[in-house]
């Protein structure tokens, strides 16, 4: 359950503290799951609507998948961390102070309900301590549906050429060319790929737990 919140941590985790990688991925999971469950209780379901379109998504999700962990039936997830509260995951983390992995999830994860509500910036929140800074030079990125690029431009605004690779990707590759020249300056890090998110991506050449960051607007 390693993509509750992000695309695969292990990597960066090996990177930060390779003897406890195991309990850090648990400590990510586990307050993931927390923060996840905070945000479908502080939102009703009757205020879904009034949000912008990828929020009402992400609350759908959250929707879909607290119950599932919630039950034990869920590979990796102990039903008993249906009883967390915000000092006890405060303090897992603060056990590992160093891994970005890990602070990010925490950091994200705490001002999840404000982001949602629009009232502070995420990538502002994840520069703090340089947060960013410190993970993204090997981040291996894909994006869905790309589109014309206004969501890739974005990011590339966020991370300043800090990252290690990017995936861009569409259903139809007609976007591709115009994409190619908008974005020149990242072409040692750019690849282009056909990608048709409705369907299996490990059947479209897609491995599966190989990204750090998935990013989609409006998809």
């Given at each position: ?7 695969s941590p292990d990597d ?22 927390f923060y996840l469950r ?182």
């Amino acid at each position: 359950m390693a993509d509750i919140m992000s695309g695969s941590p292990d990597d960066a985790v090996k990177l930060e503290d390779p003897e406890n990688q195991d309990e850090i991925i648990e400590i990510c999971e586990r307050a993931a799951f927390f923060y996840l469950r905070r945000l479908r209780q502080a939102i009703s379901l009757s205020e879904e609507p009034s949000f912008k379109v990828h929020f009402q998504r992400l609350l759908k999700f959250t929707s879909y998948i607290t119950p599932l962990l919630a039950s034990g039936n869920y590979e990796g997830v102990d039903a008993k961390w249906t009883a967390d509260s915000l000092e006890a995951i405060e303090a897992l983390v603060q056990k590992y102070p160093d891994v970005v992995d890990l602070q990010l999830v925490h950091v994200v994860g705490s001002n999840l309900i404000d982001i949602v509500h629009e009232k502070v910036d995420t990538l502002e929140i994840m520069r703090n301590n340089n947060m960013l800074d410190r993970l993204h030079p090997h981040m291996n990125i894909l994006e869905i549906g790309a589109g014309t690029g206004g969501t890739t431009r974005s990011v590339f605004e966020g991370l300043r050429r800090k990252y290690s690779a990017y995936k861009y990707t569409d259903i139809s590759s007609g976007f591709f060319e115009s994409a190619r020249q908008i974005f020149k300056d990242e072409a040692d890090k750019l690849t282009f790929t056909k990608l048709d998110i409705e369907s299996d991506p490990s059947l479209q050449g897609f491995q599966d737990n190989s990204y750090d960051l998935i990013a989609g607007g409006l998809v």
